[in-house]
């Protein structure tokens, strides 16, 4: 079992950033892919940004070249830099641990086994 708290989220100007933080317990992270999803308002929970076990790294389209996925396993962390933020980016944001890398399955919701409460993520515009 792997327990995940979000905590960063806030309100931000457009331009603005934030840093997201995923701290988790119960079990270290080091053997875990972590993800970061969004869920606006009436939309489905989508994927942001996944980094594996060795640090490779996959992005959405839609924040590629704003955002950074990056983890510190001495910390237990992950975090998500999010620069350039847009009215769009408005989501409550949710961090994803997984025992599993490759086809495609870090970028579904499908492909995680532990999930965080989120945290919410406003954009002014």
């Known amino acids: 079992q792997v327990q995940l708290v979000e905590s960063g989220g806030g309100v931000v100007q457009t331009g603005g950033s934030l840093r997201l933080s995923c701290a988790a317990s119960?079990?270290?992270?080091?053997?875990?892919?972590m993800g970061w999803f969004r869920q606006a308002p009436g939309k489905k929970r989508e994927f942001v940004a996944a980094?594996?076990?060795?640090?490779?790294?996959t992005y959405s389209t839609s924040v590629k070249g704003r955002f950074t996925i990056s983890r510190d396993n001495a910390r237990n962390t992950v975090f998500l830099q999010m620069n350039s933020l847009k009215p769009e980016d408005t989501a409550v944001y949710y961090c994803?641990?997984?025992?599993?890398w490759g086809w495609g399955s870090e970028e579904t919701t499908q492909g995680y086994d532990y999930w965080g409460q989120g945290t919410q993520v406003t954009v002014s515009s």
């Open positions: 119960e079990r270290s992270i080091d053997s875990y892919a």
């Open positions: 994803a641990a997984s025992s599993s």
């Open positions: 980094i594996s076990w060795s640090s490779d790294v």
